[in-house]
């Protein structure tokens, strides 16, 4: 059964970092792109960083992330991080990911991808 799990989260200081892992089972990480989502309370989702499979080798990241957030895929463990670094008060949200086939299909038509995760909430505050 193909599935994503989210960890993770939790409450950090504005400025403080924070590592997320997605966790798939049931595929290989490296075959699929895998793309990082949050939602903030009254908000749409947006797409924050993804990165395309092994053999296309993309990486996209949200302009509201640039520089501070890094995406890494761990084959070994079938995972793909995000490393989040001088958080801000406005990167609280429910945080997703999601996978299909590549980057361009993940992020810009997220609203029909079939396979998610179940979210894990990054609270940033003082």
């Known amino acids: 059964q193909v599935q994503l799990a989210e960890s993770g989260g939790g409450l950090v200081q504005p400025g403080g970092s924070l590592g997320l892992s997605c966790a798939a089972s049931?595929?290989?990480?490296?075959?699929?792109?895998i793309g990082w989502f949050r939602q903030a309370a009254g908000k749409e989702r947006e797409g924050v960083s993804c990165i395309d499979r092994a053999s296309d080798g993309g990486i996209f990241y949200a302009d509201s992330v640039k520089g501070r957030f890094t995406i890494s895929r761990d084959n070994a463990k079938n995972t793909v991080d995000l490393q989040m670094n001088n958080l801000k008060p406005d990167d609280t949200a429910v945080y997703y990911c999601?996978?299909?086939?590549?980057?361009?299909?993940?992020?810009?038509?997220?609203?029909?991808?079939?396979?998610w995760g179940q979210g894990t909430l990054v609270n940033v505050s003082s």
């Open positions: 999601a996978t299909d086939r590549d980057c361009d299909v993940v992020i810009k038509h997220w609203r029909y991808l079939r396979i």
């Open positions: 049931g595929f290989s990480v490296d075959r699929y792109a």
